[in-house]
Every structure is written in structure tokens, then in C-alpha cells.
């Protein structure tokens, strides 16, 4: 694993830290952390999950689609590195997932058939306060670098603090209606995504940086973007029109 370069871990830290500032967009802002975690640290792709209202992990970002997949399968199956260290609040570290199957039964044949072999579970957590986990997978075996975790834990530190900021979240009502809403606003998403995909002819990871794309170059929420385009795509010819077209 290569050793991350001062200047370009100051230039996402500063990135990351910019977006904490009033009305930034949250699902852009998860977005951002798993993109850079997955970026520094190579050959490991990066996803987010917090709690919801009910005290249940829900998936927020990802680095790539599998990571995505494979979240939601975490979800599902309520077992796997992301439950466990939200639920324990401690680090989860796994080497070999060859070797958990006794430990997650249903998630480590899951995670294994689709070609990962380590992951190292972080925790969204701020004093006492556990919001969450980030996850890192690996499809080698082995133990990230003692400078890659400490990296990859700042960056869950700068989210948790984002997202536990005085400004959206002072009272836990609060941070229910903030998540919610970016539940809902992921749902919309995710539909968006496969309408563009449909439309270029491209993959998912593909059409949700053309979403992204478009909607930091006009300085746009994800949110009411994905809406448009579900609903009346034709409206966003910059976006939706197909290049042949």
C-alpha cells in the first residue's frame, strides 16, 4: 500500500472540511468522504452507513456500486462489519473474511463470492454518541497501513462532526429529519441514476458522476436534480439528452 502524500491528504481534509458550512448538501458531502477515503487509500473501496430514527444502519454513500451492493446486503442480513462496529462502537478489523464465516455466515460468502478479502470497519462516533460506521474493503487479504487508518478514521471524524455541527443537529428531532430526509433523497437518487444510465448507455458509478458533475458546475442539490430528472427529464437537456442525439 503506498504512503499518502502530505499535500494531498491537506488538500482533502481542507476539500472535506470546506463543505461544513450552512445549507451544504449532505448526500454530497457523504459522497465526498467515501470518494476520498477509496482515492487515498488504494486498492480499497469505501461505504457509509448511519442509523435512522429506528436505531437501524441505513446506506448513505459509496465509493463504487460493489461497495454499494454490498452495504445493502449488510443491511438485509442485519450481520457484517458495519453492524458490528456501529452496534459495539469500536473498530472492526478482518484480515482474511475466508476465515468469519462462523462470525457472519451470510455476509463474509457474500462479500467473498463478489471478490473481497479484508475489511476494516470504522466508527461514526463523537464522545459517547455512535452515528454510524464506515467501511473499507479490500479484495486482498490483509491489514491496512497504521498511516491509512489513521487517515481513513479522520475522515469519519470530520463526517461525524459535520454532521453533529450546532447548525443541523442540536437536538436528536433534528437529526431524525435530517436523515430522513436524505433517506429520501438517496431513494430518488438511485432513480435517477438508472434513468441516466438508461438514457448514455453507462454504468451506474458512470451516471451518478454525470449527475454530480452537472450539479457542482451550476452549484445544485443531488436531491432536486434526481427529482427533475425522474419526473420530467426533458427539462435538463444538459443532462439527459444522449450525445448522439
Given at each position: 500500500?503506498?504512503?499518502?502524500?502530505?499535500?494531498r491528504l491537506a488538500e482533502v481534509l481542507v476539500e472535506v472540511a470546506d463543505t461544513?458550512?450552512?445549507?451544504?448538501?449532505?448526500?454530497?458531502?457523504?459522497?465526498?468522504?467515501?470518494?476520498?477515503?477509496?482515492?487515498?487509500?488504494?486498492?480499497?473501496?469505501?461505504?457509509?452507513?448511519?442509523?435512522?430514527?429506528?436505531?437501524?444502519?441505513?446506506?448513505?454513500?459509496?465509493?463504487?456500486?460493489?461497495?454499494?451492493?454490498?452495504?445493502?446486503?449488510?443491511?438485509?442480513?442485519?450481520?457484517?462489519?458495519?453492524?458490528?462496529?456501529?452496534?459495539?462502537?469500536?473498530?472492526?478489523?478482518?484480515?482474511?473474511?475466508?476465515?468469519?464465516?462462523?462470525?457472519?455466515?451470510?455476509?463474509?460468502?457474500?462479500?467473498v463470492a463478489a471478490g473481497f478479502r479484508s475489511v476494516h470497519a470504522f466508527p461514526?462516533?463523537?464522545?459517547?454518541?455512535?452515528?454510524?460506521?464506515?467501511?473499507?474493503?479490500?479484495?486482498?487479504?490483509?491489514?491496512?497501513?497504521?498511516?491509512?487508518?489513521?487517515?481513513?478514521?479522520?475522515?469519519?471524524?470530520?463526517?461525524?462532526?459535520?454532521?453533529?455541527?450546532?447548525?443541523?443537529?442540536?437536538?436528536?428531532?433534528?437529526?431524525?429529519?435530517?436523515?430522513?430526509?436524505?433517506?429520501?433523497?438517496?431513494?430518488?437518487?438511485?432513480?435517477?441514476?438508472?434513468?441516466?444510465?438508461?438514457?448514455?448507455?453507462?454504468?451506474?458509478?458512470?451516471?451518478?458522476?454525470?449527475?454530480?458533475?452537472?450539479?457542482?458546475?451550476?452549484?445544485?442539490?443531488?436531491?432536486?436534480?434526481?427529482?427533475?430528472?425522474?419526473?420530467?427529464p426533458l427539462s435538463l437537456p444538459d443532462l439527459t439528452r444522449p450525445a448522439h442525439?
Amino acid at each position: 500500500m503506498t504512503t499518502i502524500a502530505s499535500d494531498r491528504l491537506a488538500e482533502v481534509l481542507v476539500e472535506v472540511a470546506d463543505t461544513l458550512v450552512d445549507e451544504f448538501d449532505l448526500i454530497d458531502f457523504l459522497q465526498r468522504v467515501t470518494t476520498h477515503a477509496s482515492d487515498l487509500v488504494a486498492a480499497r473501496i469505501c461505504g457509509l452507513m448511519l442509523a435512522d430514527h429506528r436505531g437501524r444502519l441505513q446506506l448513505m454513500a459509496a465509493s463504487e456500486e460493489r461497495a454499494e451492493m454490498l452495504e445493502l446486503f449488510q443491511v438485509q442480513a442485519d450481520e457484517g462489519p458495519c453492524q458490528d462496529c456501529f452496534r459495539d462502537g469500536e473498530p472492526v478489523i478482518v484480515t482474511d473474511l475466508r476465515t468469519t464465516q462462523d462470525r457472519w455466515p451470510q455476509f463474509a460468502p457474500h462479500a467473498v463470492a463478489a471478490g473481497f478479502r479484508s475489511v476494516h470497519a470504522f466508527p461514526m462516533r463523537l464522545r459517547g454518541q455512535v452515528i454510524g460506521a464506515l467501511n473499507m474493503f479490500g479484495s486482498d487479504a490483509g491489514q491496512m497501513e497504521d498511516a491509512d487508518v489513521r487517515v481513513v478514521q479522520a475522515l469519519a471524524d470530520i463526517a461525524t462532526i459535520g454532521l453533529l455541527q450546532e447548525r443541523a443537529i442540536t437536538r436528536a428531532e433534528l437529526l431524525t429529519e435530517q436523515l430522513q430526509a436524505a433517506l429520501n433523497s438517496r431513494i430518488v437518487i438511485e432513480q435517477a441514476k438508472g434513468v441516466l444510465a438508461q438514457l448514455h448507455g453507462e454504468s451506474p458509478d458512470e451516471a451518478f458522476a454525470r449527475l454530480r458533475a452537472y450539479c457542482r458546475s451550476r452549484g445544485l442539490g443531488l436531491g432536486k436534480v434526481a427529482y427533475t430528472v425522474t419526473t420530467d427529464p426533458l427539462s435538463l437537456p444538459d443532462l439527459t439528452r444522449p450525445a448522439h442525439s
